[in-house]
């Protein structure tokens, strides 16, 4: 693969974790985790710039790049107790968006298929429609669901006279039977947007949107209970989308439709945590962190600590399946295993 990160900065690695090259399966065939860059924006209706996300999403942390991350939270150390790599980033030119979006699917297939969980940083939320099917094709067909964590339901039809764009991905993904409308659950919706129309389709689609609003009144553990039961139902495994923006722009300022009233830091952190520990998540995506508009790296700090959060979940679930009792997310672990 050509490596595009060179453009958009210095080519590092994901906190200094070894490289791979996604067009030589030899390079992972016993990784874990594979990381790839998909610096997309071309399907951006307001502020562009979500396309530098994925070098800023590398390098946001005042620690060494060492490749080593001791949790301290969780006792384990995500980047070596899984075998984490980095692929560089997918060729992407924001002109030419079919061409874009089929070469990060194939990217992101490839790291399916071979067994790794791909983890794509974005961009633009228009990546979701390939990240989701190119990490759905390698399982059964109809057997994956979908968690995503947004401000916008993303599930608009027709935009500037196009298809794709990042506020269109979610319909084109339900249309394309890479996921069940009635398993894809939406947790932080708000704002004024999408109208009675597009609501309309998504209610004959059955997809479940946990609003602001529920999220308030029920609670947020609750609610993430409720939808992993239904995450499950008749499916196998898990796709986590997170939309920097699902938080207050207090909490990420750096994003390019900022909508008031959001979760907090901690309440993304701590979902992102149990989802990872507790269902099967084989593909994960963080898009639209836009450092142009960040304040004191604010947003890319969060975005590198839900990356990591993931990771560390994921490295928790392994390390308990290996035996003892299983540790519950919501509970320190004041033992110190």
């Keep these: 693969m050509s490596r595009y990160g060179p453009m958009y900065g210095p080519d590092i690695t994901f906190l200094g974790v070894d490289r791979c090259d996604v067009n030589d399966p030899a390079s992972y065939h016993d990784a874990d985790v594979v990381i790839i860059g998909a610096p997309f924006d071309g399907g951006t209706s307001n502020r562009p710039g979500a396309r530098f996300g994925p070098q800023a999403l590398r390098q946001a942390c005042y620690l060494p790049h060492d490749g080593s991350r001791p949790s301290l939270a969780l006792r384990v150390d995500a980047l070596r107790d899984l075998r984490v790599l980095d692929a560089g980033d997918v060729e992407c030119y924001s002109g030419d968006v079919e061409g874009s979006l089929a070469a990060i699917e194939d990217a992101v297939h490839r790291i399916a298929a071979s067994g790794a969980v791909p983890l794509v940083l974005g961009g633009d939320h228009t990546v979701a429609l390939p990240d989701a099917r190119g990490t759905a094709r390698a399982y059964a067909a109809g057997r994956t669901s979908m968690i995503h964590f ?138 639209e962190v836009a450092p142009a508009y960040d304040h004191a790296d604010i947003t890319a700090y969060l975005g590198n600590r839900v990356i990591l959060e993931a990771l560390s979940a994921m490295a928790r679930r392994r390390k308990d399946d290996g035996g003892g009792p299983r540790w519950d997310p919501r509970q320190p672990l004041l033992d110190g295993r």
């Design 150 to 287: 947004d401000a916008h339901a993303d599930t608009g039809d027709i935009s500037f006279g196009h298809l794709y764009g990042h506020g269109q991905p979610m319909r084109r993904l339900i249309e394309s039977g890479a996921i069940r409308g009635d398993r894809f659950l939406q947790i932080g919706l708000r704002g004024y947007w999408p109208g009675p129309e597009t609501l309309d389709w998504m209610a004959g689609q059955n997809m479940r949107s946990y609003e602001m609003t529920e999220i308030v009144a029920r609670g947020l553990e609750e609610c993430l209970t409720e939808s992993f039961g239904i995450a499950l139902d008749e499916c196998d495994q898990i796709f986590l989308s997170v939309d920097i923006d699902v938080c207050d722009p207090a909490h990420a300022p750096g994003t390019g439709t900022p909508e008031p009233g959001g979760l907090t830091a901690r309440q993304l952190l701590d979902a992102v945590r149990r989802i990872c520990y507790e269902l099967p998540v084989v593909g994960i995506e963080v898009v």
